[in-house]
């Protein structure tokens, strides 16, 4: 791990800390190639997103036996189904019928202990066996136990579902979290929740996209009237630098600045009206003790520091989990192509149970979409720059910390003949 800030005094112009020397990673520039090589898509394909563990979904997607989900991943080719039976088994399986390949549930998600393929009849239980194939006596020694659906490696950590591509996962998903896991362990989530979901395609490589959401440099420039107010200051963090910089293994965290002394403008009536600031950030839909608990929880904007507004949290490859004041948010960054993405926002707030928390919470939800266009657009200018061919490497400051790492990480993934080399 990198260091934290100790002192609010530090502030003073802005973090003065060198988080990137301080997790052992080069200075120099860094290589564009992997954003824009068609070939290095295909071996991201295989070494990374072919061996890594990949979040999937939360258990409160499957919240009864019998409750099952789909998700395209378009990156493996591949549609999968995640089931929990009836013996409360989360289990997920290739959602292709084995007699000719055609897709098996059709349906987003539901509740099904069955599924029969409306191509010839052939039905699985929810636990992947094949139990019935019509007129099974015209086949030559069918033996259905060999013939139910194709499972994948699946497991949980802290309600999140993550899923490994190879027939047997080289580490397990413990090894995989490795300080990760252990130091996130227990953050205490809202489970009574509303979910908005915000999801979108890019013309862009799926770093871009993860890069967007990885820093906080761009902050002053890009977002100047609706998040620079709140994460800045003029005079104590002119340019957004982080609290923290941490490293843990694969993955790597930054803890966000905030002004806790701002105030809304006396012309933004809704949000005077909608944001009495009881959760302390601007990216905070309400207070409650489950968000007070969060804000406790020790691996939770570590330096303690009243000047925070968030933590970005990055599971290698393409998956974010991100606290603040006011709950927690998730990013999922899916590559269709080298050059295209899917990009899934997922924020998860306390259930209103006043007319002002959920005014608050309608201006939450404003004010997020304002933020993400803001983000997510200009990375389809970035892709087109980068395509051009006018420059190869690029120049990265400390506040872009996760983006050297996540890079770092990624050429040792592509390099290593097996996981246990890619995670030295």
């Given at each position: 791990m990198s260091a934290?800030?100790?002192?609010?005094?530090?502030?003073?112009?802005?973090?003065?800390?060198?988080?990137?020397?301080?997790?052992?990673?080069?200075?120099?520039?860094?290589?564009?190639?992997?954003y824009r090589s068609p070939e290095l898509y295909e071996r991201e394909r295989e070494q990374v997103f072919g061996r890594a563990w990949l979040y999937i979904g939360r258990i409160?997607?499957?919240?009864?036996?019998?409750?099952?989900?789909?998700?395209?991943?378009?990156?493996?080719?591949?549609?999968?189904?995640?089931?929990?039976?009836?013996?409360?088994?989360i289990s997920a399986f290739h959602n292709v019928c084995s007699h000719r390949g055609n897709l098996l549930a059709l349906q987003p998600s539901g509740s099904q202990s069955r599924f029969t393929c409306a191509y010839h009849g052939w039905t699985y239980r929810n636990n992947g066996e094949l139990i019935g194939v019509p007129d099974q006596g015209?086949?030559?020694?069918?033996?259905?136990?060999?013939?139910?659906?194709?499972?994948?490696?699946?497991?949980?950590?802290?309600?999140?579902?993550?899923?490994?591509?190879?027939?047997?996962?080289?580490?397990?998903?413990?090894e995989f979290l490795g300080s990760y896991g252990e130091v996130y362990a227990g953050v205490p989530l809202v489970n009574n929740h509303q979910t908005m979901v915000i999801e979108a395609k890019f013309n862009a490589n799926w770093k871009l996209i993860?890069?967007?959401?990885?820093?906080?440099?761009?902050?002053?420039?890009?977002?100047?009237?609706?998040?620079?107010?709140?994460?800045?200051?003029?005079?104590k963090n002119?340019?957004?630098?982080?609290?923290?910089?941490?490293?843990?293994?694969?993955?790597?965290?930054?803890?966000?600045?905030?002004?806790?002394?701002?105030?809304?403008?006396?012309?933004?009536?809704?949000?005077?009206?909608a944001c009495k600031i009881d959760t302390g950030s601007l990216l905070g839909a309400d207070l409650s003790e489950e968000v007070l608990r969060?804000?406790?929880?020790?691996?939770?904007?570590?330096t303690k520091l009243p000047c925070w507004s968030a933590d970005v949290t990055w599971i290698f490859p393409n998956f974010?989990?991100?606290?603040?004041p006011g709950g927690y948010w998730t990013h999922e960054f899916w590559p269709t192509s080298y050059n295209t993405t899917r990009w899934v926002l997922t924020i998860r707030m306390p259930i209103a149970t006043t007319v002002r928390q959920r005014l608050q919470?309608?201006?939450?939800?404003?004010?997020?979409?304002?933020?993400?266009?803001?983000?997510?657009?200009?990375?389809?200018?970035?892709?087109?720059?980068?395509?051009?061919?006018?420059?190869?490497?690029?120049?990265?400051q400390d506040g872009e910390m996760l983006i050297r790492h996540s890079l770092h990480v990624l050429d040792k993934w592509m390099e290593a003949d097996t996981v246990a080399e890619a995670m030295k």
């Open positions: 934290v800030l100790e002192n609010e005094e530090i502030l003073e112009g802005g973090s003065r800390e060198n988080f990137t020397q301080m997790a052992g990673l080069d200075t120099g520039p860094v290589s564009v190639e992997s409160e997607e499957l919240p009864n036996p019998d409750s099952y989900f789909v998700k395209d991943i378009e990156v493996r080719k591949a549609s999968v189904l995640v089931t929990r039976d009836k013996q409360g088994k015209r086949f030559f020694d069918l033996d259905k136990k060999k013939l139910g659906l194709k499972s994948i490696a699946t497991d949980i950590w802290e309600g999140f579902i993550f899923i490994n591509f190879q027939p047997e996962p080289e580490v397990s998903l413990k993860a890069d967007a959401f990885a820093e906080a440099y761009h902050v002053p420039k890009m977002h100047p009237a609706t998040l620079a107010p709140g994460f800045a200051h003029p005079v002119k340019f957004a630098r982080p609290l923290a910089g941490l490293t843990y293994g694969l993955h790597r965290s930054f803890s966000a600045y905030g002004d806790p002394e701002y105030v809304s403008p006396p012309d933004s009536h809704v949000e005077r009206l969060l804000r406790a929880h020790p691996g939770v904007n570590p974010n989990i991100d606290y603040s919470q309608e201006h939450y939800a404003a004010r997020w979409g304002e933020v993400v266009l803001e983000d997510v657009t200009n990375c389809e200018r970035i892709q087109k720059g980068l395509e051009s061919g006018a420059i190869n490497v690029m120049q990265l």
